[in-house]
């Protein structure tokens, strides 16, 4: 069951499908580029643990980063600490230098970066981390030419598996409970080109097959926004008028396909649409039972446990750092 929505949470989530996206494309794998070993002189926060925090997103052009950075800037101020909010527009080389000036002017305790480019920013983050800055960076260690538990930074990276098989998961279990194990499905695919496509996409049929290994899917399209998703699958179900089901994989596709369900005269909550994303729509159709369930990355629960991470770095800037997974979240009516 949906839960209640404190203000940070209701200023994000209409943002964290487009979040999604953009933190899944942000990173490329790079190699090279060591870590350099933080200054045993080096202090990360004030004496009554306030922090300095510069948050570094790739784009502040992102409609989601700009709802990522007022959360921050709101949850920050709840814990005594202060953000910087830079914008890179985009360009490696601008992030570059906004971390480098960050760093050589000592205008921070802390950062929060998530890359264009990993490899671009690395010698910035071994900076930060030989002047004892703590470092939460979007991916994972590797992106960065590092090794899994360096001195001083954490990593928060999504789950892509995880988050398709809980999508296969409550798509196979609507089917065994509405449709008795059998169902034509339509599958609103995650569009290639992100670096999740496969990963997510090939994990949802895999929970399928386990779970409901009688359905099939009948056609695979690629989401698209609320109304091509519409169309799409208003066009599929002539072609397969006993489809039954729709698996989607982001709010538009998930919204488009309840739209077309609607206006074929199906009762979408006699059928299964499973989705994905979050936004208010979406889990209002949940609770409305139109859509069997959703799924979505809990942007707002990353950004607590990445604060909460940044200050158990700062307290000893030498001790090795983790790899945190950002937690997803699951909408149905029960």
């Known amino acids: 069951m949906s839960r209640p929505q404190s203000p940070a949470r209701t200023v994000l989530r209409p943002l964290a499908?487009?979040?999604?996206?953009?933190?899944?494309?942000?990173?490329?794998?790079?190699?090279?580029g060591g870590t350099a070993a933080p200054s045993e002189s080096g202090a990360a926060a004030s004496e009554d643990g306030a922090l300095r925090i510069g948050f570094s997103p790739f784009s502040m052009q992102i409609p989601a980063f700009i709802g990522l950075a007022e959360g921050l800037t709101h949850a920050a101020e709840e814990s005594g600490d202060t953000v910087i909010t830079a914008d890179a527009k985009g360009d490696p080389s601008?992030?570059?230098?906004?971390?480098?000036?960050?760093?050589?002017?000592?205008?921070?305790?802390?950062?929060?970066?998530?890359p264009q480019s990993a490899e671009a920013i690395t010698s910035a983050i071994d900076d930060a981390l030989a002047k004892g800055i703590v470092v939460v960076a979007?991916?994972?260690?590797?992106?960065?030419?590092?090794?899994?538990?360096?001195?001083?930074?954490?990593?928060?990276?999504?789950?892509?598996?995880?988050?398709?098989?809980?999508?296969?998961?409550?798509?196979?279990?609507?089917?065994?409970?509405?449709?008795d194990g059998k169902a034509e499905i339509i599958f609103m695919q995650s569009p290639s080109g992100a670096q999740s496509t496969?990963?997510?996409?090939?994990?949802?049929?895999?929970?399928?097959?386990e779970g409901a290994p009688d359905a099939e899917f009948v056609n695979?399209?690629?989401?698209?926004?609320?109304?091509?998703?519409?169309?799409?699958?208003?066009?599929?179900?002539?072609?397969?008028?006993?489809?039954?089901?729709?698996i989607a994989t982001d709010d538009e596709s998930s919204l488009g396909a309840l739209d077309a369900f609607k206006a074929a005269g199906k009762n979408p909550s006699?059928?299964?649409?499973?989705?994905?994303g979050g936004n208010e729509e979406a889990v209002a159709a949940v609770d409305s039972g139109e859509l069997y369930a959703e799924v979505a990355f809990d942007f707002v629960g990353d950004l607590g446990q990445n604060l909460e991470e940044l200050h158990t770095l700062a307290a000893d800037p030498s001790a090795p750092g983790q790899q945190l997974t950002i937690p997803i979240q699951v909408f149905t009516q029960e």
């Open 17 to 32: 499908a487009a979040l999604t996206l953009a933190v899944g494309i942000s990173l490329t794998a790079c190699s090279g």
């Open 94 to 114: 601008t992030q570059l230098q906004q971390i480098q000036q960050w760093v050589e002017l000592d205008q921070v305790d802390a950062i929060w970066v998530i």
């Open 138 to 179: 979007s991916g994972v260690p590797e992106d960065y030419g590092m090794e899994e538990g360096a001195a001083g930074i954490s990593f928060s990276n999504v789950d892509n598996v995880a988050y398709g098989t809980q999508i296969g998961e409550l798509s196979a279990q609507c089917i065994t409970e509405r449709l």
């Open 198 to 209: 496969a990963e997510i996409n090939d994990s949802i049929k895999a929970a399928v097959a």
């Open 220 to 246: 695979e399209q690629d989401a698209a926004d609320r109304l091509g998703s519409a169309q799409i699958v208003s066009s599929a179900l002539q072609a397969a008028p006993n489809a039954n089901a729709v």
């Open 270 to 276: 006699e059928f299964c649409l499973v989705g994905a």
